[in-house]
């Protein structure tokens, strides 16, 4: 410290220096990536992403199926002539089974939006991944782009 102003002495990295470090980070993120390009990198998360997308499409398929089914069972109870008729129809053309019952679908119900929000934290989790990994990118990019900057004007 200076004894005049009591504050800490600003000395400016050298050109030296920043290179060590710029070199440093590199190898840091060589080691990280495994030898992986960035692109690949984000191809794969993405990927993940369109997977994870196509199994909460899935899910929601299966929870309006269930649904449908417990309507079609319970339409089968129905005391209305013409709700029967057509619940018994829907029941064909699902392929539904004698063995179904009420009690099970409404277990496999409830499962599903558990299923479902698992589903949607893992693909929020990748998504936040894969922005923070762009964000790094970017910032990475500025970083080098200031530092050519600064050296051509120097």
Known sequence: MS??????????????SL?????????????????????????????????IDMQLEETQ???ATLNKMAEVLINLKSEDHETRKLAKYDFAQMNMTESITLD??????????QELGNEIN??????????SFVKIININKFTVLKFHENVLLE
Do not use: C, F, G, W
């Open 3 to 16: 004894n005049d102003s009591q504050k800490l002495p600003y000395r400016r990295p050298t050109l030296k």
């Open 19 to 51: 290179q060590e470090k710029i070199s440093e980070i590199n190898l840091m993120i060589e080691l990280s990536n495994t030898n992986k390009q960035y692109q690949e990198i984000k191809d794969e998360l993405v990927l993940e992403i369109a997977e």
């Open 61 to 63: 398929e299966k929870i």
């Open 104 to 113: 099970r679908l409404n277990t496999d119900i409830l499962k599903s939006p």
């Open 122 to 131: 893992e693909y929020e989790e990748i998504a936040r991944r894969l922005d």
